[in-house]
């Protein structure tokens, strides 16, 4: 009999626990810290797994992790290192991601933020039009989120690129890989978004050097990780007028502290780390279906490369 240990905040336990055992009841999925026989345990559901979980499971081998960054697992020496780590690819959070990246980009692009300026100064003025395909996006990172965002932003007529480490093949999409190709892909682009995971390479990759090569007047969108920005670079080129705006959803610490200069800055849209959420059914089905295609001996994806940081 399969037994797993859930580990999750305590609010969002309950309608985790209340999935598993719908679509799973084999797995007889449990509170880690109700469980009475933690030696028989061997894999684990979590989000930001503290210590407590590795030394009451001493024969945990696989923990799935309930969201799709894993850089709170990685960087947390706790973790043993034999561990297999599985994330969630998707788990309705492309859909999500989606949403919100085109309504911020169709902010800028439609000149929301300039009509929002000159409607305090009741200034009946229109902005030139321009078209679609002269709005140059670029993102960062172009996995399950970021490559799906680069199909769906088509539909808007927009001239999508995306930057990864390995080359894409993603029709309409212009693909730039490494960091050589770094410089050329944020020369072009006037809306970056950011949907790297957070590594040793990623760290503080949208700063000031870097912000500076896109063209003056290009916004700044970051979905990845709050430490992927150095706020002050940012806050900075936003005051020289280099950047048009920035949008934000992760922040280096979260919740953003209320003393934060970025809260007030007239230029910056801030979201709580709300961008995308896990699903719970569409993510209880993918690892239910992961853990049963481990018990075969098969390979499932979504096994996280230590190595390579996500
Ligand atoms: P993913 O499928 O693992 O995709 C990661 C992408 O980043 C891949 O395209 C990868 O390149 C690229 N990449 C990684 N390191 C790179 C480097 N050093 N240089 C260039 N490209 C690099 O991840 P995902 O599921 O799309 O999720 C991405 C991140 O979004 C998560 O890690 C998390 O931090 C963030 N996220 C945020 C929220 C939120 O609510 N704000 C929600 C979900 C996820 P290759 O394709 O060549 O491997
Ligand atoms: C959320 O930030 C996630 O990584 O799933």
């Known amino acids: 009999m399969t037994r797993c240990a859930l580990f999750t905040s305590d609010e969002s336990f309950e309608p985790w626990l209340r999935e598993f055992n719908h679509q799973f009841p084999q797995l007889n999925v449990a509170h880690w810290q109700h469980i009475t026989h933690p030696e028989e345990v061997r894999y684990a559901m979590v989000w930001k797994p503290t210590k407590a979980l590795f030394d009451r ?5 696989t923990v799935f992790n309930l ?3 894993v850089d709170a697992i990685l960087s947390n020496p706790a973790v043993p290192s034999h561990i297999n780590i599985y994330r969630i690819e998707d788990g309705g959070m492309s ?15 439609r000149d929301m933020d300039l009509y929002q300026q000159q409607q305090p100064l009741q200034q ?17 990172g172009m996995g399950q989120l970021g490559a799906n965002l680069a199909n769906h932003l088509q539909s808007y007529g927009f001239d999508v690129a995306g930057w990864s480490r390995s080359k894409k093949q ?7 890989a490494g960091a050589r190709e770094l410089e050329a892909f944020l020369s072009r682009t006037d809306a970056l978004c950011c949907l790297l995971p957070l ?8 700063n000031r050097k870097n912000m500076s090569l896109l063209p003056k007047g290009a916004v700044v ?5 709050g430490e992927h920005l150095v706020a002050d ?17 992760v922040f280096k610490r979260e919740p953003l502290p209320a003393d934060h200069g970025l809260w007030l800055h007239p230029k910056v849209m801030i979201t709580p780390h709300s961008s995308a959420q896990s699903e719970y059914v569409p993510c209880v089905e993918r690892i239910g279906h992961t853990l049963q295609a481990i018990e075969n001996n098969q390979a499932p994806s979504g096994l996280v490369d230590r190595s390579r940081g996500y």
């Open 170 to 176: 993603l029709p309409g999409v212009t693909s730039y």
């Open 221 to 225: 969108l970051n979905a990845g990780r």
């Open 233 to 249: 670079d940012l806050l900075a080129l936003l005051d020289e007028n280099h950047l048009r705006g920035a949008v934000l959803d």
């Open 124 to 140: 009946w003025k229109v902005q030139p039009f321009r078209p679609a395909s002269s709005f140059r996006v670029g993102i960062l």
């Open 199 to 206: 590594t040793p390479d990623t760290l503080g990759i949208l």
């Open 57 to 61: 499971f001493p024969n945990l081998t």
């Open 95 to 109: 859909a999500q991601m989606n949403q919100y990246f085109s309504y911020f980009l169709l902010h800028f692009f």
């Open 67 to 69: 969201g799709a960054g």
